[in-house]
C-alpha cells in the first residue's frame, strides 16, 4: 500500500521548531553547564534517570568539592578570601575571574563554595556586577548562586540593568534570554517585565516579543506533545 505524500508546508514547518529547539538547545548548554538538566526541562524535555547515572554524577561531583584543594597561588588566595581570611579587592576580583578563564580552572573547588552559598562569594560577584555591569558571565555566577540562595531581587535588578544598558542587539538577545531562564522558574516573567520598557518601535521591543512569541511556541508543542527527548 503507497505511503499518503506528507504536506510540505508541514514538513517544512516541523523542520524550523526542530532548528529553533536546536539552537535554544546549544544556547542552554553554552549559557548553562552547571544546570543544563534543569533548563532543557523547561523546554519540555524529560530526563530520564537511567541505572542512577545522574545520582552517580552528583555523587562523584560531591566527592572532588570535598577532596578539591588549591593548586596553586591564585587560588589559594581565593581559598583564603572565601573563608574570611583575607579582604574584598580588585586583585581577589582578578584572581576569580582568571581562575575561570584559566586553562584548567579548579571547578570543584569553586563549586564548592557556590553550593555552600557562600557569603564572601556572593559579595565578591555583586562587587564585579556594580564595577561591570552587564557581564554575562557574572551575571551566570550570580544565576547558579541563585539555586543555592535564593537571590531573585537581585537577579532582576542586575539582569534588568544590563539589559537596559546593552547597545549591542546579539548581546542583547542572549541577555534577555539568560534573564528569562534564570527566573523562570521562579514564576518571574522576565520577557513581559523587560517589555514594558521598551518603545512599540524600539528593535528592543521587537526582540522581546519576537522571544515571547517563541516561549508560547515552546509551550505548545510541549503541550501537544510534539517535541520529546529521547
Same mark, same amino acid.
Given at each position: ?8 508546508? $508541514?514538513?517544512?514547518?516541523?523542520? $524550523? ?15 548553562? %553547564? ?35 584543594? %588549591? ?33 584548567? %580552572? ?12 557562600? %557569603? ?111
Amino acid at each position: 500500500m503507497e505511503k499518503k505524500a506528507r504536506d510540505p508546508i $508541514l514538513e517544512d514547518f516541523e523542520e $524550523l521548531q526542530n532548528e529553533i529547539i536546536r539552537d535554544q538547545v546549544k544556547e542552554i548548554f553554552r549559557l548553562h %553547564p552547571h544546570d543544563y538538566i534543569a533548563r532543557l526541562e523547561e523546554l519540555g524535555f524529560r530526563y530520564v534517570e537511567e541505572d542512577s547515572e545522574y545520582d552517580q554524577i552528583e555523587e562523584m561531583e560531591l566527592k572532588e568539592e570535598k577532596e578539591a584543594r %588549591p593548586k596553586n597561588q591564585r587560588q589559594r588566595d581565593l581559598v583564603a578570601f572565601f573563608e574570611g581570611q583575607r579582604p574584598l579587592s580588585e586583585k581577589i576580583f582578578r584572581s576569580f575571574t582568571e581562575e575561570k578563564a584559566s586553562r584548567n %580552572p579548579n571547578y570543584p573547588l569553586l563549586r564548592r563554595y557556590f553550593k555552600q552559598a557562600n %557569603p564572601h562569594l556572593k559579595a565578591l560577584i555583586l562587587y564585579g556586577l556594580d564595577k561591570y555591569p552587564g557581564r554575562i558571565d557574572l551575571l551566570s555566577d550570580l544565576a547558579f548562586f541563585h539555586e543555592f540562595e535564593n537571590v531573585l531581587s537581585l537577579l532582576i535588578a542586575y539582569y534588568t540593568e544590563a539589559c537596559v544598558t546593552q547597545a549591542n542587539l546579539d548581546t542583547f538577545s542572549d541577555l534577555a534570554q539568560d534573564f528569562y531562564y534564570a527566573t523562570h522558574p521562579d514564576g518571574y516573567e522576565a520577557y513581559h517585565a523587560l517589555r514594558e520598557l521598551f518603545g512599540p518601535d524600539s528593535d528592543k521591543r521587537k526582540i522581546i516579543d519576537f522571544l515571547i512569541a517563541e516561549a508560547d511556541t515552546e509551550v505548545l508543542l510541549t503541550e501537544e506533545g510534539d517535541i520529546q527527548w529521547m
